[in-house]
């Protein structure tokens, strides 16, 4: 029985608010094949796939007779452009603007995609009849890579959308010190936007100067009263006023400070009391090692975080005094997460050194950070098993009888982990299995060597450990979750990718 049959023998299915709630259960593809059914079927089912999918800029103006001239780039790298091959019919446009009039969510690629798709736009190819419409006037959400030279003029946001917007992202691309004037700008035009209130804003960039640090500022003061998520993945100076907001709604907050000292100190003691309902906390420090004692960052108790992510320059530094102290600090804490930036060359060269301990954690914390947050349920940390008294785990790889575990802990990110020595391994597993619950999700990721050949001071590539079907496909690390799963009784470990939930908390 052919669709059509069934959709004649059933009105209801003809009733757009009945369709509507069938599709909401659907995914894109069926999506695109109901638009094929019937009139009625492509209104719903195309109102609901372009409005409930992130669109990329260059899928909607595919609508348009656009034409892909490729020359020659830097580096001989071939660089894409669009322009229009003519002007558009009334038709094409008014197609155009009724798939423009649905979308809630807009994004441009920027650098972290291949050169191949972001490609540049030709900037009349927006100007041309957008006059003075609202070209996205249910946008909801935009994520845009601020461009160079010949791109969609990013100062054009203000006319793409409406007070509507929610979560705006900007991001600097390549020739990032072209662009302050740009995001300037931008940001002034937004301001403009009468009655805009965003739930969520992003900015990144390598660097910012002091001009544009103020507008960045101002923009975020407009926005006091209802920004609820911040992402600054900018460095910012103490004296910066990006450090001396006063956010009395916001809950998660990324920031990237410089190693501490007195005016850091005051300046997070500020951002503390200025946000005090922050709960979750990511956290760069630049130029220096992570460590509870330095000036500012002991601050951060102060928030009753349930998320806490840090990341350093340097090193991590966590002390069993460390631990308790957060611990104290944020009893209700789900999520903790560490890791270092050191850059990532050859391992041979870190064999038989002491490197390890300064960008990766004592496997003997794992014990500390389990036992202390009794509330976690996912962790993100290196570690790595020395034979050092201070660190070597206190049980014995003897034990055969099944270990309880009453920890809440399902999700291990163990990132570039090493394991000990062969004799010491079990040791290792049994440990593991005293601190950790049974029936864990665990991800790995390892170091290869990068494209351009082997070389001492090459950076090596971080890249996802490999699986096959939950189990790990490295013999050595696969025994030892064996092990863990035998002291278990039994329950089955998870090995593969996790994927980042954030209760659509971040942009």
């Not at 372009?50 to 260059?58: A, E, G, M």
């Not at 960039?205 to 993945?233: C, G, M, R, W, Y």
């Not at 069993?320 to 957060?326: E, L």
């Amino acid at each position: 029985m052919s669709i059509k049959t069934v959709i004649k023998g059933n009105k209801a299915l003809t009733v757009p608010e009945i369709l509507r709630a069938i599709l909401d259960h659907t995914t894109p593809p069926t999506l695109a094949s109901a638009a094929c059914v019937s009139r009625t079927w492509s209104s719903v089912a195309l109102d609901k796939l372009w409005s409930d999918s992130d669109v990329k800029v260059i899928d909607l103006l595919q609508v348009l007779p656009l034409e892909l001239i490729v020359y020659e780039g830097t580096e001989g790298v071939p660089s894409p452009y669009w322009k229009l091959q003519r002007d558009p019919t009334d038709e094409e446009w008014i197609r155009f603007q009724s798939y423009a009039s649905c979308i809630r969510s807009l994004s441009m690629p920027g650098q972290d995609t291949k050169a191949a798709d972001r490609p540049r736009f030709d900037p009349s190819i927006t100007e041309w009849k957008l006059k003075n419409d609202v070209l996205f006037p249910r946008l909801r959400r935009v994520e845009w890579s601020i461009p160079t030279k010949i791109a969609i003029p990013s100062s054009g946001l203000s006319s793409f959308t409406t007070s509507g917007l929610q979560e705006l992202s900007l991001t600097t691309i390549s020739g990032w010190w072209t662009a302050p004037d740009v995001v300037t700008s931008t940001l002034h035009d937004l301001m403009t936007i009468e009655g805009l209130r965003l739930k969520k804003f992003k900015f990144k960039a390598p660097s910012v100067d002091p001009n544009l640090e103020h507008t960045i500022a101002d923009f975020i003061t407009t926005q006091k009263d209802t920004l609820q998520a911040i992402e600054l993945l900018t460095p910012c100076p103490p004296a910066s006023p990006l450090l001396r907001q006063s956010l009395g709604n916001l809950t998660a907050l990324d920031i990237h400070i410089p190693h501490g000292d007195a005016e850091v100190a005051i300046a997070v003691q500020a951002l503390v009391e200025g946000c005090p309902r922050v709960s979750y906390l990511r956290m760069g420090i630049t130029a220096g090692i992570f460590d509870l004692d330095i000036p500012g960052l002991r601050a951060t108790l102060g928030w009753q975080l349930l998320s806490f992510d840090v990341w350093s320059s340097e090193c991590i530094c966590l002390s069993k005094g460390h631990i308790a102290d957060m611990a104290s600090a944020w009893p209700k804490l789900k999520k903790l997460g560490f890791k270092c930036s050191m850059p990532m060359i050859e391992p041979r060269i870190y064999v038989d050194t002491l490197v390890p301990s300064r960008w990766r954690i004592p496997l003997s914390r794992l014990a500390d950070i389990i036992s202390g947050f009794s509330e976690l349920e996912e962790l993100c940390a290196e570690f790595f098993y020395d034979l050092n008294e201070e660190s070597r785990p206190p049980v014995s790889s003897h034990s055969s009888s099944p270990i309880r575990c009453g920890s809440r802990l399902r999700k291990l990110r163990l990132g570039r982990s090493t394991l000990p020595r062969s004799k010491e391994r079990d040791t290792m597993g049994v440990y593991m299995a005293a601190f950790c619950p049974p029936g864990l999700r665990i991800q790995r990721s390892y170091l290869k060597p990068p494209p351009q050949g082997r070389g001492i001071m090459i950076p090596w590539v971080e890249a996802e450990g490999i699986a096959v079907a939950g189990r790990d496909a490295d013999p050595q690390w696969n025994s030892l979750f064996q092990k863990m799963e035998d002291l278990h009784g039994g329950a089955s470990i998870w090995v593969g990718s996790i994927p980042e939930e954030d209760d659509g908390v971040w942009f």
